[in-house]
């Protein structure tokens, strides 16, 4: 069945308490009206407790919502008989590289959703090829996990989404507990996907720098959608941002110190490269 | 640290032993040693023996590994021979110690009941050395199958000993990091008796069980988000498949049981 709708995903007036919370005292969400399209890259940012993480699941019918409703590709999350095809289309990449490896090689381990699809061995064994090959994990095949570095296990984690064919790719601060290298790594290998394949991503960060790359960037606050917008707008309200206990960039945090100091900044720096070229142009013109 | 951790006693390899269906390699190492306790002659046993041998120089595993299996049954084997020389009677008399007598009959028993043991243990040896623990562990749960019919999850079994196996080295690398820790706090895991250093482990344990249950409760989530569901069927990217040198292996080994059974060797 094919979603005509031109959205990937849409959240309508949506609320999530968890068990054993009062209900109207602390909602995890509440009122959430949000519409994903296709092809979307989307960062999702928010202090902790925000409500991040709820929302990513309440996407991929980890949980059902306890008001208002979730469409992926036309389908209910609370559509019972159809959660498996909800969950193929988005797959989801936890925090902790080492707790969403299942098997005991990589193959394996990218295997694992195709083998709950109850595909037949040889399609599986393609698809795994196919995958290893677009994110240049073949020569790690047959290792075991733990002889992974993070950045690895977190791309084995991705390809064990990609091999799925997802619609979106959601993304649980995947980088939280890497090196420098393993996040520029992980980066890289989403936007890719993104560019190239397509495919959605909904990234929840802590990092305003990964954010930047973003298509749109929404701020949850105690369960509420607060802003949304280009990362240009949302990046660059540094009073916002500090307000929430989050960070803007380096560049925008540099640039508004520069501008307490007088001088003269174009609104919307958000990246270094810019902050750079304006910096230069006003030596210039001095 | 960490790449020194190997699961069970695999030992990596190419040869045909090796490459044997893991499901076929338990049937026959079962004939085997029913044939092993079949076998009354020595000539038998003796060949056996050296199949044994044979296909241990086949796998290229070096044979330290399997001296190193061997080590644990040395005690039964010196205690079983001590008991046959002693108190088995029958045959001339090679040794008298006072009224203690040797026999040659207890010789003779006692050496063949060695090298029965001896020869059990290398064709073991020959199974665990040359399969990996994984592979060990859907083929058993293969012909645990049959109780899934008086309600044993015997699929999910086998998903949770694969999971184990997956675990083991990171727990292990935790468990290193944690007593670190505690040493670098002084802590002292290595004098005192017995009881002292067990004591001396608690700490050590309690928040290793504490991080697997939270492992298990992130791992349980991650393999739900891909589609994981209990009682749903399931493929498998390797499915095992049998050639004709497997059942050319299982042919050879009944063939010996058959004729052991019925000829009396």
């Known amino acids: 069945m094919v979603n005509r709708s031109e959205f990937m995903i849409e ?42 993480t709820t929302l990513l699941k309440l996407f991929n019918a980890l949980l059902a919502p306890c008001e208002g409703e979730v469409l992926v590709e036309g389908i ?8 498996a095809e909800v969950r193929r289309y988005c797959g989801m990449i936890f925090q902790n590289p080492d ?45 075991p996990p733990h002889l992974l570095s993070g950045g690895e296990k977190q791309r084995v984690a991705i390809a064990g989404v990609l091999a799925m064919q997802p619609h979106c790719i959601l993304m649980d601060e995947p980088t939280a507990m890497l090196d420098f290298t393993g996040r ?46 280009p990362p240009e707008i949302v990046l660059s309200d540094v009073s916002l941002l500090h307000s929430l206990g989050l960070q803007g960039p380096a560049a925008v945090e540099l640039a508004a110190l520069l501008r307490e100091d007088g001088f003269d900044l174009p609104p919307q720096l958000i990246h270094c490269r810019e902050l750079v070229h304006s910096l230069c142009s006003l030596e210039r013109k001095s | 640290m960490s790449r020194s951790i190997t699961l069970g006693q695999y030992f990596p390899g ?37 199949i044994a041998l044979f296909l241990i120089a086949k796998t290229r595993v070096p ?67 040359t399969t990996t623990p994984l592979s060990l562990t859907y083929g058993l749960s293969y012909f645990l199958k049959p109780l899934r019919y008086i309600g044993l999850p015997t699929d999910e079994v086998a998903m949770i000993m694969a999971i184990a196996l997956r675990f083991i080295p990171t727990l292990m690398e935790e468990s290193q990091r944690l007593m670190r820790a505690q040493v670098s706090r002084g802590a002292d895991f290595e004098s005192g008796s017995i009881f002292r250093r067990a004591k001396s482990l608690v700490p050590l344990i309690v928040p290793l069980f504490v991080s697997a ?28 498949t ?24």
Do not use: C
């Open chain 1, 76 to 83: 209910s999350t609370v559509d019972e008989n159809k959660i």
């Open chain 2, 242 to 265: 049998f050639f004709p040198r497997d059942w050319v292996v299982l042919a050879v080994a009944l063939v010996m049981l058959a004729a052991s059974l019925t000829l009396g060797l």
């Open chain 1, 11 to 52: 959240a309508r007036e949506l609320a999530y308490y968890y068990p054993g919370e009062e209900k109207n005292s602390f909602p995890a969400l509440s009122g959430i009206n949000l519409a994903v399209s296709r092809g979307e890259y989307l960062a999702l940012i928010g202090p902790n407790g925000s409500g991040k």
């Open chain 2, 213 to 240: 249950f939270r492992r298990a409760d992130e791992l349980a989530l991650a393999m739900e988000a891909r589609g994981y569901r209990i009682g749903a069927i399931r493929t498998r990217m390797h499915e095992d």
């Open chain 1, 99 to 143: 707790n969403q490896l299942v098997a005991t090689t990589v193959e394996e381990d990218i295997a694992f959703g195709l083998e709950n699809m109850a595909l037949p061995s040889a399609e599986i064994q393609n698809k795994v090829i196919a995958v290893a090959h677009l994110l240049g994990l073949e020569h790690l095949l047959h290792q």
């Open chain 2, 63 to 129: 044979f330290r590994y399997f001296l190193r299996g061997l080590r644990p049954v040395l005690f039964i084997a010196i205690f079983a021979l001590v008991i046959y020389f002693f108190f088995t009677s029958g045959g001339i008399v090679l040794l008298r110690v006072g009224f203690i007598t040797v026999e040659s009959e207890g010789v003779r028993e006692g050496i063949f009941i060695i090298l029965r043991l001896v020869t059990l243990v290398l064709f073991s040896l020959l199974l665990t050395l």
């Open chain 1, 184 to 229: 520029r790594d992980v980066i890289e290998t989403v936007r890719g996907l993104n560019r190239d394949q397509g495919i959605a991503v909904i990234h929840v960060t802590h990092f305003p720098e990964e954010a930047v790359y973003a298509d749109r960037i929404i701020i949850l606050n105690q369960g509420r959608l607060v802003m949304q917008g």
């Open chain 2, 14 to 50: 190419q040869s045909l032993v090796h490459q044997l269906n893991p499901r076929m390699k338990l049937i026959s190492l079962l004939f085997v040693l029913a044939l092993l306790f079949s076998l009354r002659s020595y000539s038998g046993l003796v060949a056996l023996f050296f």
